[in-house]
T-cell receptor
Framework: GQNIDQPTEMTATEGAIVQINCTYQ??????LFWYQQHAGEAPTFLSY????GLEEKGRFSSFLSRSKGYSYLLLKELQMKDSASYLC??????????????FGKGTKLSVIP | NAGVTQTPKFRVLKTGQSMTLLCAQD?????MYWYRQDPGMGLRLIHY???????AKGEVPDGYNVSRLKKQNFLLGLESAAPSQTSVYFC?????????????FGPGTRLLVL
């Protein structure tokens, strides 16, 4: 089975840096994804990690430690438009199920002026 | 290139009524998924398909049926709707392969069952 934990809500100030953590316990692991979801909209892909370390993409970075079952999403120079839910998802399992994603419940980030 | 589209965008049903949600993708993806999203529960997989003519159960399949008669379409059916099926339903598609093969989501269907 899969279990993914992330904080329910976070608040940060415009221009600041925020780190959203995700811990997971899974029966298989084929990669970890972060998605952004604005209220009333569909999730959109942000980042992907399959090896340990940091992946940087503009203002967003994502880190993975497979031995610790831990990932974080780092958002720099926060903007008001970054207010959204951030979903951590793990791909695992076997066979056709190895392509499936198991999602955490999401972290709702509020950026305040 | 429309990506993933869902029909309808919003629907109100009475308990016991039936309906079909349509998902269509124009990216020639093999894999398609149906999720439901409820407050505090995150996205949960209902059914998925790894190719035309094949379907499989996900985490929460009870009360739902699916069909994948054409590669580009994935239908989700509710035979007898219940208030517990009030939710936002998302369809997603994906090209098979490991590595950076992400799922692309449709805009969602908001369903209210009274």
């Amino acid at each position: 089975g899969q279990n993914i934990d992330q904080p329910t809500e976070m608040t940060a100030t415009e221009g600041a840096i925020v780190q959203i953590n995700c811990t997971y316990q899974t029966s298989g692991f084929n990669g970890l994804f972060w998605y952004q979801q604005h209220a009333g909209e569909a999730p959109t892909f942000l980042s992907y990690n399959v090896l340990d370390g940091l992946e940087e993409k503009g203002r967003f970075s994502s880190f993975l430690s497979r031995s610790k079952g831990y990932s974080y999403l780092l958002l720099k120079e926060l903007q008001m438009k970054d207010s959204a839910s951030y979903l951590c998802a793990v791909r695992g399992g076997s066979g056709a199920g190895s392509y499936q994603l198991t999602f955490g419940k999401g972290t709702k980030l509020s950026v305040i002026p | 290139n429309a990506g993933v589209t869902q029909t309808p965008k919003f629907r109100v049903l009475k308990t016991g009524q039936s309906m079909t949600l349509l998902c269509a993708q124009d990216m020639n993806h093999e894999y398609m998924y149906w999720y439901r999203q409820d407050p505090g529960m995150g996205l949960r997989l209902i059914h998925y398909s790894v190719g035309e003519g094949t379907t499989a159960k996900g985490e929460v399949p009870d009360g739902y049926n699916v069909s994948r008669l054409k590669k580009q379409n994935f239908l989700l059916g509710l035979e007898s709707a219940a208030p517990s099926q009030t939710s936002v339903y998302f369809c997603a598609s994906q090209r098979p392969g490991q590595g950076l093969e992400t799922q692309y989501f449709g805009p969602g269907t908001r369903l209210l069952v009274l």
